[in-house]
C-alpha cells in the first residue's frame, strides 16, 4: 500500500514540475502597431475674412412676352415652377388675324409678280421695236419706268409677306433656354399687349448675390476674388463664388455695392434666400492652420480634440484644440497645434492615449 502512495505521489510531483516548466517558458506577446493616415501640419498665409449679408437672385432671369397683341388660347407655362427645355411652348395666341395677314400678303405678291414679270416681258419686246425704230424713244422711256415701278413693288410686296410670316410666328411664345418659370403674370384667354410681360423665365444655372462692402474695405476687393457664401436654408453647407463686379460709387450709407456669382448647377439655391457672404482680404492675418473635420473629435465635456503622433516613439496623445471655422482649406485650429505637428486623419476613433502606431511620414498609411 504505501509502495502505491509513493508512485502517485511521484508522479503529480513530475506533472506540476512540467507545468512550471512550460509556464515558466511564455512571455507576454506586444500587440502590433495600428496603422493610421496622418497628416503634417503647416502654416496657410491667408487674408482676413469679412462676412457680409445678400440676398440670393437668378442671375439669368428674363421676362418672357409676346412681340405681338392677341388673346392667350394656350399656356402651358402657367404652371409656377415648371420647367422647359430651349425652344418649347410656353404660351399661344389666337393666331387667326395673323395668318389672314399672312394669306393677304401671299396673294398680293402673287398680283405684283405676275404683273411684273410682264411689264418685263413688255419692256424686252418694246426695247427691240425701238432699236429697229418701231416706237420712239419716249414711248420706251414710258415702258422702262412701268417696269421700274413694278419691280419696287414687288420688292415691297416681297418683305411684306416676310413680315406678315413673323407676326404669325410670333404668336407662339417659346423658352430662350432650359429653365422654369419663376412667375405668372396672365392667363389664358387674357388679351395681352405687345411686349406685355406674361411670365418671368429662370435658368438657374448661376446665382448672383448683392453685397454692401464698406468703403474702409472695398480697396481690397477685387473682381475675380474667391468667397465663400453660407446660407440660413441650407445649414452646414458652403458654396463657393466669384466676385463679378465691384461698383466704383458709393451709397448714401459710405458702402460699395459687390456682385457675387455662384454655381448652382445642382440647383440647392432658390431666388430670395438669405446667406452670408465672406470674402478673404488681402491683408495677411498671420498663420493659420487648417486639417480634415475627420480629425476632430467631440468629446463629452464638449470640448473638441485630435491624435498627435510623437515621432521619437510613434506613439499617440490626446491633444485639445479650439477650432474655427470651416473653409476649403479645411477645419481652421485656431489653438492646439503648430508647423510640423504629425496629426491622424484616419482610424481616429480606434485610438488611446500613448498607443504605438504605425504611419507614413508622406501621409499614407503605414
Partial sequence: MMKYRFVFGFVVMSCLVLLQACGGGQEEVAAPPRPVKTMIVKEYDIGQQWTFAGTAEDALETQLSFRVGGKIIAFPGEQIGRKFSKGAVIARLDPSDYELEYRQAKANLEQVRANYVRAKADMQRNTELY?????????????????????????????????????????????????????????????????????SFNAGREMKMYVAVPDT?????????????????????????????????????????????????????????????????????????FVPPVAVLGKTDGTRSLWIVDPATSTVSSQTVTIGSLSEHGLEIVEGVKKGDIIVTRGVHHLKEGLKVRYSSRGTEG
Fill in 131 to 199: 432699236r429697229r425704230s418701231v416706237i420712239s424713244r419716249g414711248e420706251l422711256d414710258q415702258i422702262e419706268a412701268d417696269f421700274k415701278s413694278y419691280e419696287a413693288q414687288l420688292s415691297a410686296s416681297a418683305k411684306q409677306l416676310d413680315i406678315a410670316r413673323k407676326h404669325l410666328s410670333y404668336t407662339t411664345l417659346n423658352a430662350p433656354f432650359d429653365g422654369w418659370i419663376g412667375e405668372v403674370q396672365a392667363q389664358v384667354h387674357q388679351n395681352v399687349a405687345s411686349g406685355q410681360a406674361v411670365a
Fill in 217 to 289: 474695405l472695398i480697396a481690397q476687393v477685387h473682381e475675380g476674388d474667391k468667397v465663400e457664401v453660407r446660407f440660413d436654408a441650407l445649414p452646414g453647407t458652403i458654396l463657393f463664388g466669384k466676385v463679378m463686379e465691384v461698383s466704383v460709387d458709393s451709397t448714401a450709407s459710405s458702402t460699395y455695392p459687390v456682385k457675387v456669382y455662384l454655381d448652382n448647377k445642382n440647383r440647392l439655391l432658390r431666388s430670395g434666400m438669405s446667406g452670408q457672404v465672406s470674402f478673404l482680404g488681402r491683408e495677411s492675418s498671420g498663420a493659420r492652420y
